[in-house]
């Protein structure tokens, strides 16, 4: 991503709205078939939570990229937020011989209304279907086959988010 600058052209970042955002590898590098780090990369999003910097609604950890839709809540930025977990993921993944994890950026889409909350979550939760990792989609599941690794989670009742 050499023009990473052009994905932040019109980037804004409001606090209680909610956000999709998708993180790719360095070099679409298939990083997360391997159990204990995606494990290690959950633990990020969960102390993001945790620190009421986040309210997560879902989230798909796919082999060599990540779509997250969260809520912005107070005292954070939408930067500040992917710049931490980013950089606290990447270390973390040092010790599995990971020593460059992230594309530089990172897509975003500010949510625009309710249908929109749900619309974008219904992609994240069907991108393993689309792209043919599954046939079916499991929820809430670390899914793993042969070959292929993700992790899907999804909070059903996202109308429930105010």
């Known amino acids: 991503m050499n ?17 999709s955002i998708t993180i790719v590898t360095h ?17 990020h999003m969960q102390q993001l939570q ?4 986040i309210k997560s ?4 950890l796919m082999p060599d990229h990540l779509h997250w839709q969260f809520q912005l809540l107070e005292h ?9 977990f980013k950089g606290q993921t990447a270390t973390t993944c040092r010790k599995y011989d990971i020593h460059k994890l992230w594309q530089k950026g990172y897509y ?3 949510i625009r209304d309710e249908n929109d909350l749900i619309n974008q979550a219904r992609y994240i939760v069907a991108n393993p279907l689309r792209t043919k990792l599954v046939t079916t989609v499991m929820v809430n599941k670390f899914c793993r086959d042969s ?12 109308a429930s988010y105010n």
């Open 3 to 19: 023009n990473a600058y052009r994905l932040r052209k019109g980037r804004v970042s409001l606090t209680n709205h909610f956000y």
């Open 108 to 110: 975003d889409h500010l």
């Open 76 to 84: 954070a930025t939408l930067a500040g937020v992917v710049r931490t």
């Open 57 to 60: 609604i879902a989230f798909v």
């Open 147 to 158: 070959k292929r690794h993700f992790l899907i989670h999804y909070i059903s009742d996202v």
């Open 27 to 43: 070099q679409r590098q298939r990083f997360f078939t391997c159990l204990a780090i995606n494990r290690q990369i959950i633990n």
């Open 50 to 53: 945790q620190q009421q910097l």
